[in-house]
T-cell receptor, first 112, second 115 residues
Framework: EAQVTQNPRYLITVTGKKLTVTCSQNMNHEYMSWYRQDPGLGLRQIYYSMNVEVTDKGDVPEGYKVSRKEKRNFPLILESPSPNQTSLYFC???????????FGDGTRLSIL | AQSVTQPDIHITVSEGASLELRCNYSYGATPYLFWYVQSPGQGLQLLLKYFSGDTLVQGIKGFEAEFKRSQSSFNLRKPSVHWSDAAEYFCAVGAFKGGSEKLVFGKGTKLTVNP
């Protein structure tokens, strides 16, 4: 089954404790992206990747890092999480730039 | 810069009534446009897309949308709403810039369906 898988689905952690949210897709998609969703703000793009080893900032990249060492994986790293990063995070992928994106089921992060 | 406006934060309709969700975009060239739906606790599912060609596009679940360049709009419609359509709907506009893609989402319209 074609899918985008995020882990964990839920995480409660404390300020400053590094965490990684993994994202994996099995569709051989070139393009992958991370979004955060906050009430009243819709989805905002954090980072995206056009292909392996090619990443770029979206609208709200501060406090986040990403890497794209393999085509299927695009982890989101919070080196020193802060409470303002409490949010619902979505990973998405598409065959290539300009194609519709397939979304994962989301990761709800709470930073205390 | 691209922007997307969904003027209605929340809409309530009765089951069987028609539906129109508004989306206005701002972009200098012709963008490509999407409508996504998000059910509670779920990710986003693509309803339909517009890249070029016929300005009336058909999607899944009986939805359609019409691209109107003169009005910078891409409104979503359904002739008869079902209770299962209750969800949040997002319009998104994409564009190529400098060899990469910029995809911007609206803030969403939450749809409530009354029996």
């Amino acid at each position: 089954e074609a899918q985008v898988t995020q882990n964990p689905r839920y995480l409660i952690t404390v300020t400053g404790k590094k965490l990684t949210v993994t994202c994996s897709q099995n569709m051989n998609h070139e393009y992958m992206s991370w979004y955060r969703q906050d009430p009243g703000l819709g989805l905002r793009q954090i980072y995206y990747s056009m292909n392996v080893e090619v990443t770029d900032k979206g609208d709200v990249p501060e406090g986040y890092k990403v890497s794209r060492k393999e085509k299927r994986n695009f982890p989101l790293i919070l080196e020193s999480p802060s409470p303002n990063q409490t949010s619902l995070y979505f990973c998405a992928s598409s065959l290539r730039v300009g194609q519709p994106q397939h979304f994962g089921d989301g990761t709800r992060l709470s930073i205390l | 810069a691209q922007s997307v406006t969904q003027p209605d934060i929340h809409i309530t309709v009765s089951e069987g009534a028609s539906l129109e969700l508004r989306c206005n975009y701002s972009y200098g060239a012709t963008p490509y446009l999407f409508w996504y739906v998000q059910s509670p606790g779920q990710g986003l599912q693509l309803l339909l897309k517009y890249f070029s060609g016929d300005t009336l596009v058909q999607g899944i679940k009986g939805f359609e949308a019409e691209f109107k360049r003169s009005q910078s709009s891409f409104n979503l419609r359904k002739p008869s709403v079902h209770w299962s359509d209750a969800a949040e709907y997002f319009c998104a506009v994409g564009a190529f810039k400098g060899g990469s893609e910029k995809l911007v989402f609206g803030k969403g319209t939450k749809l409530t369906v009354n029996p």
